[in-house]
């Protein structure tokens, strides 16, 4: 006999075929059981399309024609988020599932942006908690925006095992090996945005593309391409503005930028040094879930500083990188605040000659 648990893994395995498709919007897979045999599958593709119950509900249909009704009037359903009832670009699902007279509803994780569909359906025998864990982290993007105000917050580096991140001159590009490479391409184009600082782009002048994942085709939307520019030292001719990428650039009224596919984001001085303030625009305004950072130290310390740094990717290669090697941190003894950060490991593999290591932060 299949357990509750069982049907709701296969309803996190359907959310998981949106991971490229849905921002902002959050992954969402249901399935619908009747007598524990599944009835009826759906996940949500795309922002202004069906959600998950809807398709699972039309899957229901789709199997049954005419004895739909019925079959659904003794079915259960297996959600991976709270269904929705509040009226967005479609209906609320809280609806469809009543008006479809389905008695047992299994949520694995609430959904703080919607109205309360456990504390309101009173008729509806609702099982919350399933899973939760797994349904979390999933969206974890999606409830970092709507929770915490700003994007689930990723950095990598790539490094040698020195720490070195690039050579005394400041060159870094290939330390490590095109499978690693073809890896970070693939965490590019899993991220609705790029952060970078303008170190790395005066001396890297990188494209930040996800051109090498297998995911770089029409349906998918590439990631935003971010970048802080507080002293105006960028003029627009630099690769990530010239190559067809959506970017969006933190800078003053000063500033020397002009490309029709960059959109500047105008700040008073002071608030251009304020990450937390523009984590949160990128949030608020910009509907981004997830962010992965590709700077130097300059920009990664500063965002480990104010505890925004979620999870952090290195991929290491066996090299030293020398005496005088920039290195992926320069933390300030001094400072209380970043000498009390330790990390987790969370994982380790093998990417060829290299290592992938990733950690979480533990802010004391
Ligand atoms: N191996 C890797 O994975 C990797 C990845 C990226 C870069 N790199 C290497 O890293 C080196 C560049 O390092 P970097 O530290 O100079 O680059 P960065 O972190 O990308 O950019 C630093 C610049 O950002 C600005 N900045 C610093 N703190 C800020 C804050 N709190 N708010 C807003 N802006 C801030 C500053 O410029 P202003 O004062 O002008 O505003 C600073 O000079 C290069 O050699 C590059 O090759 C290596």
Known sequence: MTSPKEHMFEALSLAKKGLLTTRPNPMVGCVITLDNKI????????????????????????NFGSNAPSALERSEMYVTLEPCSTTGKTPPCSEAIKKNKIKKVYIASGDSSQNGFTENEKDIEIIEGLLEEEARELNRGFFSRIEKNRPFITAKMATGLDGGIALA?????????SISREDVHKLRATNEAILTGTGTILKDDPSLTSRDSGYDNDEIKQ?????????????????????????????????????????????????LSNLNKMMQYLANEKSINTLLVESGSNIFDSLLAEEL???????????????DRHTFSKFNQTSQKLSTIDFKISSISNLG????????????
């Not at 599958?41 to 249909?61: M, T």
């Not at 001159?169 to 090996?177: A, C, L, Q, R, V």
């Not at 000659?353 to 004391?364: H, Q």
């Open 223 to 271: 990631p935003l391409i971010v970048v802080i520019d507080r002293s105006n030292k960028l003029t627009g001719n630099e690769k990530i503005f010239t190559q067809g990428s959506k970017t969006l650039t933190f800078t003053s009224e000063d500033s020397f930028i002009s490309s029709s596919r960059n959109e500047l984001c105008v700040m008073k001085k002071e608030d």
């Open 169 to 177: 001159s400041g060159e870094s590009k290939w330390i490590t090996s």
């Open 309 to 323: 740094i979620d999870e952090l990717i290195l991929y290491q290669a066996p090299k030293l990188l020398g005496k």
């Open 353 to 364: 000659e290299d290592r992938k290591v990733t950690l979480i932060p533990n802010y004391k």
């Open 39 to 62: 009835i009826g599958r759906g996940w949500h593709k795309k922002s202004g399309e069906g959600h998950a119950e809807v398709n699972a509900i039309q899957d229901v249909f789709d």
